[in-house]
Structures are given as structure tokens and as C-alpha cells.
């Protein structure tokens, strides 16, 4: 029996993540996932910080088993 993996199909948030305490601070929202993968890309490398992309929502309706 095969189960397939449900995938994401919404939009995606960009943030800051401080090292030390670990705070978060969005940077833009709404992003497909190419446009967030440029503007993280688009950030240099810090030591105090670092910016990352996650799916911007978590409810099931954002998801389809493919």
C-alpha cells in the first residue's frame, strides 16, 4: 500500500531569525516559493541573524495528497 505525501499548495512568508534569541520578524508574506527562495538568497550571511522561508499556513485545505 502506497501513502503519498500531502504537498503544500499555499503561499509562503519570508523572516529574520535573531541567533540569540531566536526572534522572528517577517520580512514579506504571500510569496510563491521561487519568489522566496530569491529574496532569501537575496540576504548576505550574518552572524547575528539568519533569513529563511516557511509555509505561511498550516490548515489542510492548503494541502493535496498527489
Do not use: H, W
Not at 519570508?14 to 540569540?20: E, N, S
Not at 514579506?28 to 522566496?36: M, Y
Amino acid at each position: 500500500m502506497k501513502t503519498s505525501t500531502p504537498v503544500y499548495t499555499g503561499t509562503y512568508k519570508v523572516y529574520k531569525v535573531f541567533r540569540k534569541s531566536s526572534r522572528r520578524v517577517t520580512i514579506e508574506s504571500g510569496l510563491t516559493r521561487d519568489e522566496a527562495c530569491r529574496l532569501v538568497q537575496s540576504f548576505p550571511n550574518s552572524n547575528t541573524s539568519m533569513v529563511v522561508f516557511d509555509q505561511q499556513f498550516t490548515a489542510s485545505k492548503y494541502f493535496t495528497n498527489n
